[in-house]
């Protein structure tokens, strides 16, 4: 009789673990202690940009203001959104928005210092000019009095030929 030896495996063979059940998480507002009345949000903003318009001056995949070599994500409000003003719905012009990538977008401190403004202003002023010249864009109401409330603050800019 040959004796063989046939080594024991390390661990032996367990059994698949259950999965766990999926843990479903609160509805937005809810948290420990709170009422269970969600928090009202603002369904619209007057400041917000129109993407259609955008979309027609900057194209399909605009590039950044700052960096050209980068895809812009965001549309940065050159001089704010008007705060509780009540002609607030002026900074919706598409002369406010400065496509710029979210990286500088978050974290550069020159985006509201008055040259910065005045650099960012001029070079949307350029490309909403060149989208009216193609024919892709014309000048609306909004644009003419945001127009008229940047040079009331002592912005220069050149003016619509």
Same mark, same amino acid.
């Given at each position: 009789?040959?004796?063989?030896?046939?080594?024991?495996?390390k661990? =032996?063979?367990?059994?698949?673990k259950?999965?766990? =059940? +999926?843990r479903?998480?609160?509805?937005? #507002?809810?948290?420990k &202690?709170?009422?269970?009345?969600?928090i009202?949000?603002?369904?619209?903003? =007057?400041a917000?940009?129109?993407?259609?318009?955008? /979309?027609?001056?900057?194209?399909?995949?605009p590039l $950044?203001? +700052?960096?050209p070599?980068?895809?812009?994500?965001?549309?940065?409000?050159?001089? #704010?959104?008007? #705060?509780k003003?009540e002609?607030?719905? +002026?900074?919706?012009s598409?002369?406010n928005?400065?496509?710029?990538?979210?990286?500088?977008h978050? @974290? $550069?401190?020159?985006?509201? @210092?008055? #040259?910065?403004?005045q650099?960012?202003? !001029?070079?949307?002023?350029k490309?909403?000019s *060149?989208a009216?010249?193609k &024919?892709n864009?014309? *000048?609306?109401?909004? !644009?003419?009095l945001?127009m008229?409330?940047?040079?009331? /603050?002592? *912005?220069?800019?050149? @003016? +619509?030929?």
């Open positions: 009789m040959e004796l063989v030896f046939r080594p024991q495996p661990h =032996p063979r367990r059994e698949p259950r999965p766990k =059940p +999926i479903r998480s609160k509805p937005i #507002g809810l948290s &202690g709170r009422t269970k009345t969600p009202k949000r603002m369904t619209h903003d =007057p917000n940009f129109d993407k259609i318009e955008l /979309e027609f001056i900057y194209g399909h995949t $950044c203001f +700052i960096s070599m980068e895809k812009a994500q965001e549309f940065h409000h050159i001089f #704010g959104r008007g #705060g003003r002609d607030r719905h +002026i900074f919706s598409v002369l928005a400065a496509p710029l990538s979210r990286k500088l978050d @974290t $550069c401190p020159l985006l509201n @210092t008055k #040259g910065f403004r650099a960012l202003y !001029d070079h949307a002023l490309h909403v *060149y009216v010249a &024919g864009y014309a *000048y609306t109401d909004v !644009d003419l945001f008229a409330w940047v040079q009331g /603050e002592g *912005y220069d800019s050149d @003016t +619509i030929e």
